[in-house]
Antibody
Framework: EVQLVQSGAEVKKPGESLRISCKGSGYSFTSYWISWVRQMPGKGLEWMGRIDPSDSYTNYSPSFQGHVTISADKSISTAYLQWSSLKASDTAMYYC??????????????WGQGTMVTVSS | SSELTQDPAVSVALGQTVRITCQGDSLRSYYASWYQQKPGQAPVLVIYGKNNRPSGIPDRFSGSSSGNTASLTITGAQAEDEADYYCNSRDSSGNHLYVFGTGTKVTVL
């Protein structure tokens, strides 16, 4: 079964660092880009950026460039989203997503279950 | 990056047809994909490309595009179609970035 499995919910304080993960299975991890998507409480979806797991080349939305870092470890089929200094405004659900059957069509047909990040003092 | 604009909310009677639109300059060059999201769940792809449905998506969902507007049509809406719907496309920067629409809440009456 093709799937993306994300790490569990996190509760952090402002200023702390964090890395969340997204592990792919059931497909060739290095063949498909992985994107990260933010959803703040009660709000819409926001595309943050993506990574090519084969060479770790990244693209970032201008809204998120410099605020987060996307990385990948192809040896363990895992992509990461990390913050060096969290803010309360980073509180959100974060999804990873990729395109497998829809490859080449700019569409995300496989999604992780989401990781809730709560930042509060 | 470009923006994709959707109506915030639409309603449809059970069994009737509803069309959800998505407007943006980048849609003149790129197809939109459409996602259904129910409360507490991850988004699900329902339409991509010119008018393609992933396996398992009912054929009452269809997509179309004209000029700067993409549309998702639900023909014969069912109670289980009540959800938030988001369009997505590349932005117009040429840097292969993506952008989601503002989202539409569909209520089935």
């Amino acid at each position: 079964e093709v799937q993306l499995v994300q790490s569990g919910a996190e509760v952090k304080k402002p200023g702390e660092s964090l890395r969340i993960s997204c592990k792919g299975s059931g497909y060739s991890f290095t063949s498909y880009w992985i994107s990260w998507v933010r959803q703040m409480p009660g709000k819409g979806l926001e595309w943050m950026g993506r990574i090519d797991p084969s060479d770790s080349y990244t693209n970032y939305s201008p809204s998120f460039q410099g605020h987060v870092t996307i990385s990948a470890d192809k040896s363990i089929s895992t992509a990461y989203l990390q913050w060096s200094s969290l803010k309360a405004s980073d509180t959100a659900m974060y999804y990873c997503a990729t395109e497998i059957a829809a490859a080449g069509n700019d569409a995300f047909d496989i999604w992780g279950q989401g990781t809730m990040v709560t930042v509060s003092s | 990056s470009s923006e994709l604009t959707q109506d915030p909310a639409v309603s449809v009677a059970l069994g009737q047809t509803v069309r959800i639109t998505c407007q943006g300059d980048s849609l003149r060059s790129y197809y939109a994909s459409w996602y259904q999201q129910k409360p507490g769940q991850a988004p699900v792809l329902v339409i991509y490309g010119k008018n393609n449905r992933p396996s398992g998506i009912p054929d009452r969902f269809s997509g179309s595009s004209s000029g700067n507007t993409a549309s998702l049509t639900i023909t014969g809406a069912q109670a289980e179609d009540e959800a938030d719907y988001y369009c997505n496309s590349r932005d117009s920067s040429g840097n292969h970035l993506y952008v989601f629409g503002t989202g539409t809440k569909v209520t089935v009456l």
